[in-house]
T-cell receptor, first 113, second 113 residues
Framework: DTEVTQTPKHLVMGMTNKKSLKCEQHMGHRAMYWYKQKAKKPPELMFV???????INESVPSRFSPECPNSSLLNLHLHALQPEDSALYLCASSPDTSTDTQYFGPGTRLTVL | GESVGLHLPTLSVQEGDNSIINCAYSNSASDYFIWYKQESGKGPQFIIDIRSNMDKRQGQRVTVLLNKTVKHLSLQIAATQPGDSAVYFC????????????FGTGTLLAVQP
């Protein structure tokens, strides 16, 4: 199984809402990532988790809060987002955080009204 | 031709022709490179990778060439098919213990039947 799954596929939220994005992998990978991708742009790294600990935060605003409950799950909690946060949010995983291939999920298309 | 801003560089080829997509990377210390294919509405899909101790690697219908002297990467697709139509991203890994990928701007490959 080389699949990374993400839910929901689409999400529309208001600026005062609280929502969460979920990501799951069952490949036994110990590194998981969140990326943000705007239209016609490349993915940009947000967070890296290694062995369930946050190892990289790319200066992401605190309205985005990641969580790694266990080695298979990665969440991104959203609160008080802005319309400019509308984007495709991609999750990826890799065996560990040495130079390994990252495998991406299908993404969650987020729209903030 | 190439354009900036909201428009991706586009390569238009005839079905059955060979395609060559180019990428310039930024960090001479990068030691791992990946090509991803991203179809509309989907996450990036791994195509092929290459480490800095190699200058060529072949897969099924794809070949990656690495020229470290000029920091250039290319992806060759043989006998291009309509299903190859997508945005192609190169990504470089700065190495170390973080597995941080930096993506190129992307190229839209349009295959004409």
């Amino acid at each position: 199984d080389t699949e990374v799954t993400q839910t929901p596929k689409h999400l529309v939220m208001g600026m005062t809402n609280k929502k969460s994005l979920k990501c799951e992998q069952h490949m036994g990978h110990r590194a998981m990532y969140w990326y943000k991708q705007k239209a016609k742009k490349p993915p940009e790294l947000m967070f890296v988790y290694s062995y369930e600990k946050l190892s990289i935060n790319e200066s992401v605003p605190s309205r985005f809060s990641p969580e790694c409950p266990n080695s298979s799950l990665l969440n991104l909690h959203l609160h008080a987002l802005q319309p400019e946060d509308s984007a495709l949010y991609l999750c990826a995983s890799s065996p560990d955080t040495s130079t390994d291939t990252q495998y991406f999920g299908p993404g969650t298309r987020l729209t903030v009204l | 031709g190439e354009s900036v801003g909201l428009h991706l560089p586009t390569l238009s080829v005839q079905e059955g022709d060979n395609s060559i997509i180019n990428c310039a990377y930024s960090n001479s210390a990068s030691d791992y490179f990946i090509w991803y294919k991203q179809e509309s509405g989907k996450g990036p899909q791994f195509i092929i990778d290459i480490r800095s101790n190699m200058d060529k690697r072949q897969g099924q219908r794809v070949t990656v060439l690495l020229n470290k002297t000029v920091k250039h990467l290319s992806l060759q697709i043989a006998a291009t098919q309509p299903g190859d139509s997508a945005v192609y991203f190169c990504a470089e890994n700065y190495g170390g213990a973080t597995n941080k990928l930096i993506f190129g701007t992307g190229t839209l490959l349009a295959v004409q039947p």
